[in-house]
């Protein structure tokens, strides 16, 4: 009895830390700029929070903005599937930030 509440134990534990690394394989793509002079740019970054359109909008602006970029859009939100197909549109902005 004793060993098999180990098992289940150490299997519950297991699958707590798997959680939050499947939560953070998400990614969205997105497009900025800078002013003066006007400067665009497309990017892939990870999402670190929810991996919902929404909240990607408010994470990406807080994260990009260190480097006075401005978020213009975000395109869509996505599994690991999606990164090769977008890495050379990206270029020096993929996961950059």
Same mark, same amino acid.
């Given at each position: 009895?004793?060993?098999?509440?180990?098992? *289940?134990?150490?299997?519950?534990? #297991?699958?707590?830390?798997?959680? =939050?690394?499947?939560?953070?394989?998400?990614? *969205?793509?997105?497009?900025?700029?800078?002013?003066? =002079?006007? !400067?665009?740019?497309?990017?892939?970054?990870? #999402?670190? &929070?929810?991996?919902?359109?929404?909240?990607? !909008?408010?994470?990406?602006?807080? !994260?990009?903005?260190?480097?006075?970029?401005? #978020?213009?859009?975000?395109?869509?939100?996505? &599994?690991?599937? &999606?990164?090769?197909? !977008?890495?050379?549109?990206? &270029?020096?902005?993929?996961?950059?930030?």
């Amino acid at each position: 009895m004793k060993q098999h509440l180990l098992i *289940a134990a150490a299997a519950a534990a #297991l699958l707590a830390l798997s959680t =939050p690394a499947q939560a953070a394989e998400c990614f *969205a793509d997105y497009k900025a700029k800078q002013d003066n =002079p006007l !400067r665009l740019h497309y990017g892939v970054i990870q #999402l670190l &929070g929810a991996c919902q359109k929404q909240a990607a !909008r408010s994470e990406i602006q807080a !994260r990009i903005a260190s480097d006075g970029w401005k #978020l213009l859009n975000v395109l869509t939100v996505f &599994g690991p599937e &999606g990164l090769q197909e !977008r890495k050379a549109n990206a &270029g020096s902005y993929y996961l950059r930030f």
